[in-house]
């Protein structure tokens, strides 16, 4: 449990240091669009730091054995649920803005999973950078945490299903919503 803590306190140092390159890069007077590339995916950037915390918690299970996983699968997963949601018209039942988010993210879904030649992590990296673009992503959190998908692949802690860490993370990316975020069509394979 200490390690986990532990790495629990590097991902969220590793999310504040990316998002805070992020906010000086779009108050500094001069922009050079391949920094921002690499701030948002580089090796340090904000789509590795996001998926390492959606590495955190991860339940183990006799899957891992037979399969892989990668935050792709999470996405597939709640996505099915939101489509399940919308089918039964459960939806409806929801804040407008919170219905919006759901479309929102199944529209995106299918433009990606259509991608066939993109991998699992290309298709989460793609998820990630236009959700940011599109000021989404730290709605979709919260919305992701409250589905069943989330209680059966993650434990606790993790940033998906512990509040205080999903809060924090939701702040952090709700900071960029000031900011134009324009993303080189080449980083998302095309994908608008």
Known sequence: ??????????????????????????CAER??????AHL???QKGLVMSIEQAFQVGRQESL??????????????????????L???????????????LIHHALRLYR????????????????????????????GLLTLMSWSPVTLDM??????LRTSSHLNNFS????SLSEFNIVIDPTLTYGIV
């Open 86 to 100: 919308c089918r039964r018209k459960d939806t409806d039942k929801l804040p407008k803005e919170q219905k919006s």
């Open 171 to 174: 702040r952090l990316l709700h």
């Open 111 to 138: 433009k990606i999973d259509a991608k066939t030649s993109l991998g699992k992590d290309g298709k989460f990296h793609v998820f990630i950078l236009i959700s940011i673009r599109d000021h989404t992503l730290s």
């Open 1 to 26: 449990m200490e390690i986990l803590k532990i790495r629990i306190n590097e991902v969220q140092h590793a999310l504040g240091e990316s998002v805070n390159a992020l906010v000086k890069y779009f």
């Open 40 to 42: 948002l995916c580089g």
């Open 63 to 84: 899957m891992k054995y037979f399969r892989n996983t990668c935050p792709w699968d999470y996405i597939e997963r709640v996505c099915s649920w939101f489509f399940e």
């Open 154 to 159: 993650y434990n606790e802690p993790s940033f």
């Open 31 to 36: 922009k050079v669009k391949s920094e921002l």
